[in-house]
């Protein structure tokens, strides 16, 4: 199947601080990324969909100042959560669909564990 | 709206023992449905899907069954092993595609 590669898969780092995560498509196109929190023991809340080339679409309660998103390309989105707080440390999932299919079948990254201090 | 509902965890069963994780959902229209797998840090990995009512999805020794008279896609395994441990999910995307929709999560611990 279409492999999606997120990095770091572990990032540590001081409040206040900004952190970017990197979500690639390795092997396809993905015109549309999602961008998902999972909290301890809950299921993952989607934060935003990412839009190659458009401004990303986010979910209710979901700040874009913070989490800011950005869908360069095809194969690339980045999440960078700005100006981190302790309880911004979480695990966060990226997502995308082949460009073109219909079986909406969604690829996940491995995630990335960030913890603010 | 439409909406996942699976049943709460943890789940701990011997090996070889038989699994059900009830899945069952809300939704206008036809579906797709999923079971996507969650082994320790790591991320989520598609276990199988059903694209249509009476679809049967299988991998790994694992199915579900779209059933759409009882809106479920209860996930079976026979005969589980420890190396089945992990979190299970179950989802949904609307006929549109418009967005996923993710089920709480079950845990499964087994033990040898």
Sequence with gaps: GAVVSQHPSRVICKSGTSVKIECRSLDFQATTMFWYRQFPKKSLMLMATSNEGSKATYEQGVEKDKFLINHASLTLSTLTVTSAHPEDSSFYICSARVTGTNTGELFFGEGSRLTVL | ?112
């Design chain 2, 1 to 112: 709206g439409d909406s996942v509902t699976q049943m709460e965890g943890p789940v701990t069963l011997s090996e070889e023992a038989f699994l059900t994780i009830n899945c069952t959902y809300t939704a206008t229209g036809y579906p797709s449905l999923f079971w996507y797998v969650q082994y320790p840090g790591e991320g989520l990995q598609l276990l199988l899907k059903a694209t249509k009512a009476d679809d049967k999805g299988s991998n790994k020794g694992f199915e579900a069954t779209y059933r759409k008279e009882t809106t479920s896609f209860h996930l079976e395994k026979g005969s589980v092993q420890v190396s089945d441990s992990a979190v299970y999910f179950c989802a949904l995307i609307p006929g549109n595609f418009n967005k996923f929709y993710f089920g709480s999560g079950t845990k499964l611990n087994v033990k040898p």
